[in-house]
Protein backbone atom coordinates (compact mmCIF):
# COMPACT_ATOMS: atom_id res chain seq x y z
CA UNK A 1 0.00 0.00 0.00
CA UNK A 2 1.45 3.14 -1.43
CA UNK A 3 1.05 6.32 1.39
CA UNK A 4 2.30 9.94 1.24
CA UNK A 5 4.93 11.66 4.00
CA UNK A 6 5.43 14.55 4.52
CA UNK A 7 9.24 15.39 3.37
CA UNK A 8 9.91 17.45 6.47
CA UNK A 9 13.38 18.68 5.30
CA UNK A 10 14.59 21.79 7.89
CA UNK A 11 14.25 20.41 10.82
CA UNK A 12 17.93 18.83 11.21
CA UNK A 13 20.52 21.36 11.12
CA UNK A 14 19.00 25.03 11.50
CA UNK A 15 22.82 26.24 11.07
CA UNK A 16 23.57 24.71 7.57
CA UNK A 17 21.84 26.82 4.59
CA UNK A 18 20.15 25.04 1.33
CA UNK A 19 22.48 26.10 -1.38
CA UNK A 20 20.29 27.00 -4.87
CA UNK A 21 20.72 24.58 -7.60
CA UNK A 22 20.05 24.27 -10.98
CA UNK A 23 20.76 21.51 -13.60
CA UNK A 24 21.38 21.96 -17.03
CA UNK A 25 21.91 18.33 -17.76
CA UNK A 26 21.19 14.97 -16.12
CA UNK A 27 25.08 14.75 -16.79
CA UNK A 28 25.35 17.82 -14.01
CA UNK A 29 23.25 15.83 -11.33
CA UNK A 30 25.39 12.64 -11.30
CA UNK A 31 28.46 14.97 -11.38
CA UNK A 32 26.92 17.44 -8.02
CA UNK A 33 25.95 13.93 -6.24
CA UNK A 34 29.57 12.15 -7.31
CA UNK A 35 31.40 15.18 -5.95
CA UNK A 36 29.17 14.79 -2.64
CA UNK A 37 29.81 11.59 -2.12
CA UNK A 38 33.68 12.32 -2.43
CA UNK A 39 34.07 15.22 -0.57
CA UNK A 40 31.61 14.82 2.04
CA UNK A 41 28.93 17.31 2.96
CA UNK A 42 26.45 18.79 5.88
CA UNK A 43 22.50 18.39 5.89
CA UNK A 44 20.39 21.63 5.95
CA UNK A 45 17.40 19.02 5.91
CA UNK A 46 16.19 15.63 6.95
CA UNK A 47 17.68 13.40 4.24
CA UNK A 48 20.96 11.93 3.50
CA UNK A 49 22.58 11.19 0.57
CA UNK A 50 21.97 7.30 0.16
CA UNK A 51 18.05 8.67 0.93
CA UNK A 52 18.14 11.58 -1.46
CA UNK A 53 20.03 10.00 -4.75
CA UNK A 54 17.67 6.20 -3.51
CA UNK A 55 14.66 8.82 -3.87
CA UNK A 56 15.30 10.46 -7.48
CA UNK A 57 16.60 7.25 -8.91
CA UNK A 58 13.08 5.58 -8.02
CA UNK A 59 11.16 8.81 -9.31
CA UNK A 60 12.99 8.78 -12.28
CA UNK A 61 12.71 4.95 -13.12
CA UNK A 62 9.05 5.44 -12.81
CA UNK A 63 8.20 7.44 -16.48
CA UNK A 64 10.33 4.24 -18.05
CA UNK A 65 9.02 1.39 -15.98
CA UNK A 66 5.04 2.48 -14.82
CA UNK A 67 4.03 4.35 -11.91
CA UNK A 68 3.01 2.88 -8.60
CA UNK A 69 -0.65 1.07 -9.68
CA UNK A 70 -2.26 1.87 -5.94
CA UNK A 71 -0.81 5.60 -6.24
CA UNK A 72 -3.33 7.62 -3.51
CA UNK A 73 -6.18 8.99 -4.27
CA UNK A 74 -5.32 12.30 -3.75
CA UNK A 75 -2.73 12.13 -6.55
CA UNK A 76 -5.66 11.29 -8.58
CA UNK A 77 -7.58 14.00 -7.15
CA UNK A 78 -4.59 16.42 -7.45
CA UNK A 79 -4.16 15.64 -11.45
CA UNK A 80 -7.52 16.59 -12.56
CA UNK A 81 -7.99 19.46 -10.22
CA UNK A 82 -4.90 20.72 -10.21
CA UNK A 83 -2.10 19.04 -12.63
CA UNK A 84 -1.49 20.71 -15.43
CA UNK A 85 -0.95 24.21 -13.79
CA UNK A 86 0.61 22.76 -11.29
CA UNK A 87 3.30 21.53 -13.89
CA UNK A 88 2.93 24.65 -15.58
CA UNK A 89 4.17 26.35 -12.40
CA UNK A 90 6.77 24.10 -11.39
CA UNK A 91 8.36 24.49 -15.05
CA UNK A 92 8.06 27.87 -15.44
CA UNK A 93 9.21 28.66 -11.63
CA UNK A 94 12.15 25.85 -11.98
CA UNK A 95 11.31 24.47 -7.84
CA UNK A 96 9.24 22.42 -6.48
CA UNK A 97 7.02 23.20 -3.20
CA UNK A 98 9.01 22.85 -0.18
CA UNK A 99 7.95 20.56 2.50
CA UNK A 100 5.93 18.65 -0.12
CA UNK A 101 4.42 15.11 0.16
CA UNK A 102 5.84 12.47 -1.37
CA UNK A 103 5.06 8.53 -1.70
CA UNK A 104 6.71 7.13 1.72
CA UNK A 105 8.14 3.49 -0.17
CA UNK A 106 10.12 5.76 -2.15
CA UNK A 107 12.29 7.77 0.84
CA UNK A 108 15.05 5.32 1.74
CA UNK A 109 15.94 4.66 5.35
CA UNK A 110 18.44 7.00 7.16
CA UNK A 111 22.61 6.05 7.21
CA UNK A 112 21.94 3.46 4.11
CA UNK A 113 24.53 2.71 1.41
CA UNK A 114 25.71 6.35 -0.54
CA UNK A 115 27.93 4.57 -3.24
CA UNK A 116 25.36 2.24 -4.00
CA UNK A 117 22.41 5.02 -4.15
CA UNK A 118 24.60 7.41 -5.95
CA UNK A 119 25.96 4.52 -8.54
CA UNK A 120 21.66 3.42 -8.97
CA UNK A 121 21.34 7.49 -9.35
CA UNK A 122 23.86 7.29 -12.51
CA UNK A 123 22.77 3.75 -14.09
CA UNK A 124 18.90 5.11 -13.68
CA UNK A 125 19.79 8.67 -15.53
CA UNK A 126 21.95 6.80 -18.26
CA UNK A 127 18.51 4.58 -18.66
CA UNK A 128 16.26 7.73 -18.59
CA UNK A 129 18.61 9.84 -21.21
CA UNK A 130 18.80 6.56 -23.70
CA UNK A 131 14.73 5.55 -23.64
CA UNK A 132 13.09 5.43 -26.90
CA UNK A 133 9.29 5.81 -27.11
CA UNK A 134 6.40 6.90 -24.72
CA UNK A 135 6.81 7.49 -20.72
CA UNK A 136 4.25 6.22 -18.38
CA UNK A 137 1.73 9.24 -17.64
CA UNK A 138 2.66 10.55 -14.22
CA UNK A 139 -0.02 10.27 -11.45
CA UNK A 140 -0.20 13.85 -10.49
CA UNK A 141 0.95 15.20 -14.24
CA UNK A 142 -0.59 13.19 -16.65
CA UNK A 143 0.86 12.13 -19.70
CA UNK A 144 4.18 14.62 -20.85
CA UNK A 145 6.24 15.05 -23.50
CA UNK A 146 10.35 13.59 -22.86
CA UNK A 147 11.24 17.74 -22.53
CA UNK A 148 8.66 18.16 -19.79
CA UNK A 149 9.56 14.99 -18.45
CA UNK A 150 13.77 15.60 -18.49
CA UNK A 151 13.09 19.33 -16.83
CA UNK A 152 10.72 17.87 -14.35
CA UNK A 153 13.47 15.29 -13.17
CA UNK A 154 16.11 18.08 -13.12
CA UNK A 155 14.17 20.33 -11.24
CA UNK A 156 13.60 17.48 -8.93
CA UNK A 157 17.00 16.78 -8.67
CA UNK A 158 17.97 20.22 -7.81
CA UNK A 159 14.90 20.48 -5.26
CA UNK A 160 16.72 17.36 -3.21
CA UNK A 161 20.23 17.60 -3.68
CA UNK A 162 19.96 21.78 -2.72
CA UNK A 163 19.54 20.23 1.06
CA UNK A 164 23.34 18.61 0.87
CA UNK A 165 25.98 21.41 1.01
CA UNK A 166 29.07 19.73 0.15
CA UNK A 167 32.29 20.28 2.10
CA UNK A 168 34.85 22.45 -0.08
CA UNK A 169 37.51 20.42 -1.29
CA UNK A 170 41.09 21.01 0.06
Not at 42 to 71: C, I, S, Y
Not at 120 to 130: A, C, D, S, V, Y
Request: glycine share 8%; proline share 5%; hydrophobic share 40%.
Amino acid sequence: MNTLTCEGYGAVMASVQRRQLEFGSLDEVVADATRLLRDGYEQAGNWDLAQVAGHLATWMRFPLEGFPRKAPLMMWVLRNMFGRSLRRKILRERKMVERGFTLKETVPAPSGDAAGAVAKLRQTIERFKGHIGEYHPSPLFGAMSRDEYTQLQLIHCAHHLSFLVPHKAG
